[in-house]
């Protein structure tokens, strides 16, 4: 069973700024792309942003000069800065591995809720 770890979540006021760390096995960081996916209340999931081994990144339009996507190979980490939130920011946040060329999301993590509120 393949776990990723998630941490970061939690509440900020609006224009604050967190980061989530997700924490994957080595076998599925150095090959997957690492990513991250969010769910709001009454709303599809989706894409937040992602990022290949070979460090190309890809974000959502509206988290675009916001959020910025990294990943430490050494410690098999991914990263998701998010800084000048929006209440519409709120949402469970899931980190994600894909296996590089496909679309499927072969791995979830359990979720971190990020409540953007004054």
């Known amino acids: 069973q393949v776990q990723l770890v998630e941490s970061g979540g939690g509440l900020v006021q609006p224009g604050g700024s967190l980061r989530l760390s997700c924490v994957a096995p080595?076998?599925?960081?150095?090959?997957?792309?690492m990513g991250w996916y969010r769910q709001a209340p009454g709303k599809q999931r989706e894409l937040v942003a992602d990022?290949?081994?070979?460090?190309?990144?890809n974000y959502a339009d509206s988290v675009k000069g916001r959020f910025t996507i990294s990943r430490d190979n050494a410690k098999n980490t991914v990263y998701l800065q998010m800084n000048s939130l929006k209440p519409e920011d709120t949402a469970v946040y899931y980190c994600?591995?894909?296996?590089?060329?496909?679309?499927?999301?072969?791995?979830w993590g359990q979720g971190t809720q990020v409540t953007v509120s004054s």
């Open positions: 994600t591995a894909r296996r590089q060329g496909w679309a499927t999301i072969a791995y």
């Open positions: 080595g076998s599925i960081f150095s090959r997957y792309a």
């Open positions: 990022t290949t081994s070979g460090g190309s990144t």
